[in-house]
């Protein structure tokens, strides 16, 4: 899909912020990290950047929550190889992931010889928008904010703030850590969106071996 803007080649920000932010994120330089994380994310503009907003996470995290129907797939995008030279993106096909904003639960009358052996009159079913089956919800797995790994929100929460873990000093750099490396794997995949269209633009994948730019 081409895009009307010219995107320039920026993979020495690319690669140096990177390193950058890992290396100061080590080093226990969690500011450092962190601006690091933030320059890295300008890089991409406007279009790819990620949102950095604990309310518009907590939004799309909440929205992750889903039903999987017993009777039809999807395709979804994981990333191999990353940051190798081969890197590409695999196509897997998983059971079909049903956001509950999509759902419907109602009631459906059972037949009097499951009536007996279910003890009850009825039972809970849904339908899927997707394949239009009918699925028991007794028989139905949930999905809460999990995914096949990786997954990608193009929003992160704001990062830990240290002084709200003071009575707990060792908890603050494991909880900076964490939201370190999701919002790495958030940039990391669009950094890859913006690759491929920098590719489809110019015909040649840009450099990233940043240590021979001057």
């Known amino acids: 899909m081409g895009k009307s803007g010219y995107l320039p080649d920026i993979s020495y920000n690319f690669g140096f912020f990177r390193t950058l932010g890992v290396n100061c994120l080590q080093g226990k330089d969690y500011t450092g990290a962190t601006a690091a994380l933030y320059t890295l994310n300008s890089c991409l503009g406007n279009e790819y950047m990620i949102t950095v907003n604990t309310k518009q996470y907590n939004e799309a995290m909440k929205n992750l929550d889903a039903f999987i129907c017993n009777n039809c797939t999807m395709i979804v995008d994981k990333i191999v190889n990353k940051g190798e030279e081969d890197e590409h993106v695999k196509q897997l096909e998983i059971q079909r992931e049903v956001s509950l904003s999509e759902v419907v639960i109602f009631d459906?009358?059972?037949?009097?010889?499951?009536?007996?052996?279910?003890?009850?009159?009825?039972?809970?079913?849904?339908?899927?928008?997707?394949?239009?089956?009918?699925?028991?919800?007794?028989?139905?797995?949930?999905?809460?904010?999990?995914?096949?790994?990786?997954?990608?929100?193009?929003?992160?929460?704001?990062?830990?703030?240290?002084?709200?873990?003071?009575?707990?000093?060792?908890?603050?750099?494991?909880?900076?850590?964490?939201?370190?490396?999701?919002?790495?794997?958030?940039?990391?995949?669009?950094?890859?969106?913006?690759?491929?269209?920098?590719?489809?633009q110019h015909g040649t994948d840009m450099e990233f071996d940043y240590k021979e730019k001057p």
Do not use: H
């Open 108 to 200: 459906v009358a059972l037949l009097e010889i499951d009536q007996i052996l279910c003890n009850s009159k009825t039972v809970k079913v849904w339908t899927c928008p997707y394949c239009d089956k009918i699925n028991e919800l007794n028989q139905t797995k949930k999905i809460q904010n999990e995914r096949v790994q990786p997954f990608f929100l193009k929003v992160v929460a704001s990062p830990p703030e240290p002084n709200a873990y003071m009575i707990n000093r060792l908890g603050y750099p494991e909880r900076l850590a964490v939201w370190f490396y999701n919002f790495l794997e958030e940039i990391t995949w669009q950094e890859y969106l913006y690759r491929t269209e920098y590719q489809n």
